[in-house]
């Protein structure tokens, strides 16, 4: 094994490679629609597949949410990019840095009033130049306010 | 001082941007010593005819272990390097043995050998396997066994072709007629060995 492989990244245990800003409560008025952003960071030097990846083998990033007395009418993923990695023949289409992901729940008039918290996933595969990593889920709770 | 160390540097980037030191930019294992290596886990998992593959009955050839999954782009590469020293060295006690990490098994599994059209047998692993191999995370990840089954060799991540070659032609052809050890005598083989073989070889967890 040569010394220089000192330089090397290390390749196990690579899990949390995808955060999520813990998210700020929510206030929802029954019989509303309110709009949630969710901040996600990804380690430098990797990316991941975005909602649609550019090959039908690869992993999307995908969010969705527990059940609740919300319903989510829509995720809205950010616009993807275009990378060229030196493993790929064509540009992939990922997610690199900070990135938001916004959800759109619509509140139904009968939801009952108080708080309560939302659980979330983000299911994501991730790679960097080299390598990639096993699927893996970020959790998120959201703590939500509703109010008639 | 200092100006020497700081030479030293640029000259060692250099080098590694003009690819003379071999495992510049790579997670690279170089062969090891006989004396150094241990025994590859041994599994049996069906392969992509259903027929059972156990890897002990591999002993007496060289094989290039890869663990892959469908969903990894960088293993795409190396596949059809991986056909290729099927067919080149097939007739040289060697054999490539694919194991893939896809969570949902054959589904994915079948089509993709059969649309890379690939010639070399194919087991999906199990948790039981994951854990003999300490739990494989990162993807591409190579064992390079000699015809004792130990492991020579071990590759995390994209590598260059004449990487595998090099090991491979190394253990086809200088290590040809060098007595096969016995199973029964060959040490190590648990996760525990292979982590400190992992650690010996100066990869660190995170």
């Not at chain 1, 949390?16 to 949630?36: D, F, I």
């Not at chain 1, 989510?72 to 030196?86: C, D, F, H, I, T």
């Not at chain 1, 992901?101 to 299911?123: D, E, L, N, Q, R």
């Not at chain 2, 094989?63 to 007739?91: G, H, R, S, Y």
Request: with cysteine.
């Amino acid at each position: 094994m040569s010394w220089l492989a000192c330089f090397a990244p290390a390749v196990f245990g690579q899990s949390n490679l995808l955060s999520v800003a813990p998210p700020a409560k929510l206030a929802a008025k029954a019989g509303t629609t309110v709009t949630e952003t969710l901040n996600v960071q990804l380690k430098p030097g990797y990316h991941c597949n975005s909602d649609k990846p550019s090959d039908e083998y690869l992993i999307p990033l995908k969010l969705t949410w527990s059940a609740s007395p919300m319903e989510v009418n829509e995720v809205v993923y950010p616009k993807a990019e275009l990378e060229k990695y030196s493993f790929s023949k064509d540009p992939l289409s990922v997610y690199t840095g900070d990135f938001q992901i916004v959800t759109k729940f619509k509140v139904p008039a009968s939801a009952p009033a108080g708080a309560t918290v939302i659980s979330g996933k983000i299911h994501y595969q991730a790679c960097n130049d080299r390598m990639c990593f096993k699927p893996a889920t970020a959790e998120v709770a959201l703590p939500v306010e509703i109010t008639k | 001082m200092n100006r020497s160390i700081v030479k030293i540097g640029v000259l060692l980037m250099v080098a590694c941007g003009l690819g003379f030191l071999n495992g510049c930019g790579e997670v690279h294992a170089d062969v090891k010593p006989q004396k150094d290596r241990h025994a590859a886990p041994d599994f049996a998992l069906k392969d992509s005819t259903g027929k059972t593959l156990k890897l002990s009955d591999y002993r007496g050839k060289v094989v290039l272990l890869n663990f892959w999954a469908t969903w990894c782009e960088p293993c795409q590469v190396e596949i059809p390097w991986f056909i290729e020293f099927e067919k080149t060295f097939k007739d040289r006690d060697f054999s490539v043995i694919g194991v893939s990490m896809d969570d949902d098994g054959w589904d994915s599994v079948k089509p993709f050998i059969a649309q890379q059209k690939i010639n070399y047998p194919v087991v999906v692993a199990n948790d039981d396997v994951s854990r003999k191999y300490g739990s494989i995370e990162s993807l591409p990840t190579t064992f390079i066994l000699d015809r004792s089954g130990r492991i020579a060799a071990m590759h995390i991540g994209l590598v260059s072709k004449s990487v595998y070659r090099n090991d491979i032609e190394h253990l086809i052809d200088k290590e040809r007629g060098i007595e096969i050890i016995p199973a029964t005598e060959n040490r190590g083989g648990s996760a525990f060995e292979l982590a400190r073989l992992l650690r010996a070889g100066g990869l660190r967890a995170e």
